[in-house]
C-alpha cells in the first residue's frame, strides 16, 4: 500500500559558504553542534559561539602573549640597567620592539587567525565528529513526534555530516512529503553511492519540478543505475524526466548523450525541440549518435528543423 504524502512547510535555508560556518562550540563544556538554536545541546547554556570567532580568540591571546612577554623583558632590562644611559637605551629599544612586533601582528592577523582554525580543527576533530554524531542522533529521536523537524535538523547537519547514513534518512523522510516547485529542494547533497528507490522516485520528482536541480552527481547515478531504475513501475517515467531536465544545457547533452538519446522519444515535446535545435546548430560536434537518433524522431514526427517558440 502506497504511503499518502503530506503537504508540509519547510524553513528556507541556505547552505553556507565554508561548511565551517554552520559549526559552533559551546565555551562552557566544549561541545560541538551544526544545530541551529541559542542553547548549547548539551549543557543547555547559551554559550556557543561560532569556531572561526573560537580560532580567532585563541589567535587573539596568542598575540596577547607575545606582546606582554615583549613588555616584561623590556620592563626588566629597563629596571636592571646600570645606569641612566641604558635605561634610557632599553626603553627605547622595548617601545621599538613593542610597536614593531604590534604592526607585524596586526598585518599577520589574518594569516594567524585561519593557522589557528586549522590547528582547532585538527586538535579537536574526536570532539567534532562525536559532536555532529549527537546531533544525528538528536533529530532521529525527534522523528516520531515531528519528521519535519527532524528533517530540518538532518539538513543542518549534513552541511558537516556528510555519507550515505544522514542522506538515506533524510530522502525517507522526504518521500512522506508532499514536494512543491516553490519548497527549498536539494539534489546532489543527497545522492548515494548505492541505488535507493526511494532516491530513485525523488529524482524524478524533482527533474519535473525543478529540472535546474538536476546536474552531473544525479545524471551520473541515474546512468550507473538505470537498469534497476527501469525495473520500477515508474522507473521509465522517472529516467525520460530527468533526460529532460539535462536537454536544458548543452555540455549535459554532449556528455550523457547516449542516455538521453534513449529516452528522447517519449520527452515533452518542448523538450525534443530543444534538443533538435541543439543539435541542429551543430551538426560537427561529437554528438556520439544522438544527432542521428534526433533526427529519425523527428523525421517520424513530420518535424523537418527545430522552431523557435
Not at 503530506?6 to 553556507?16: D, E, G, S
Not at 519535519?148 to 538515506?168: C, F, P, T
Request: with cysteine; aromatic share 6%.
Amino acid at each position: 500500500m502506497k504511503t499518502a504524502k503530506r503537504p508540509v512547510v519547510l524553513r528556507p535555508f541556505r547552505y553556507p559558504r565554508y561548511s565551517f560556518d554552520a559549526l559552533r562550540v559551546c565555551t562552557r563544556c566544549s561541545r560541538y553542534t551544526a544545530l541551529a538554536g541559542e542553547r548549547c545541546p548539551a549543557c543547555g547554556r547559551a554559550s556557543l559561539l561560532p569556531v572561526e570567532a573560537k580560532a580567532a580568540s585563541l589567535a587573539s591571546k596568542r598575540r596577547t602573549v607575545r606582546l606582554a612577554a615583549v613588555l616584561i623583558l623590556s620592563a626588566a632590562a629597563v629596571y636592571f640597567a646600570a645606569d641612566g644611559s641604558q635605561r634610557f637605551i632599553a626603553l627605547a629599544a622595548g617601545l621599538l620592539l613593542t610597536v614593531l612586533l604590534s604592526w607585524l601582528q596586526l598585518r599577520a592577523r589574518l594569516t594567524e587567525d585561519i593557522r589557528s582554525l586549522d590547528e582547532l580543527f585538527r586538535r579537536d576533530i574526536g570532539l567534532i565528529r562525536e559532536g555532529l554524531e549527537g546531533d544525528r542522533q538528536e533529530a532521529v529521536s525527534v522523528l516520531r513526534e515531528d519528521d519535519v523537524l527532524a528533517y530540518e535538523k538532518l539538513r543542518e547537519v549534513s552541511v558537516l555530516l556528510r555519507g550515505d547514513r544522514v542522506s538515506r534518512q533524510r530522502v525517507a523522510l522526504l518521500h512522506g512529503f508532499q514536494l512543491r516547485k516553490d519548497m527549498d529542494l536539494e539534489m546532489e547533497s543527497l545522492i548515494l553511492r548505492d541505488f535507493e528507490p526511494l532516491l530513485a522516485e525523488y529524482i524524478g520528482e524533482v527533474a519535473k519540478l525543478k529540472p535546474e536541480l538536476i546536474k552531473d552527481r544525479t545524471l551520473r547515478y541515474c546512468q550507473l543505475h538505470e537498469a534497476q531504475i527501469l525495473e520500477m513501475k515508474e522507473g521509465p517515467a522517472i529516467l525520460t524526466a530527468v533526460a529532460a531536465a539535462a536537454v536544458r544545457m548543452k555540455r549535459y547533452c554532449l556528455l550523457y548523450s547516449g542516455f538521453i538519446g534513449r529516452y528522447a522519444d517519449g520527452l515533452p515535446s518542448d523538450r525534443f525541440l530543444r534538443l533538435l535545435r541543439l543539435v541542429q546548430a551543430d551538426p560537427r560536434e561529437a554528438w556520439n549518435g544522438l544527432d542521428a537518433i534526433v533526427r529519425d524522431i523527428a523525421g517520424n514526427r513530420g518535424i523537418p528543423e527545430a522552431r523557435s517558440h
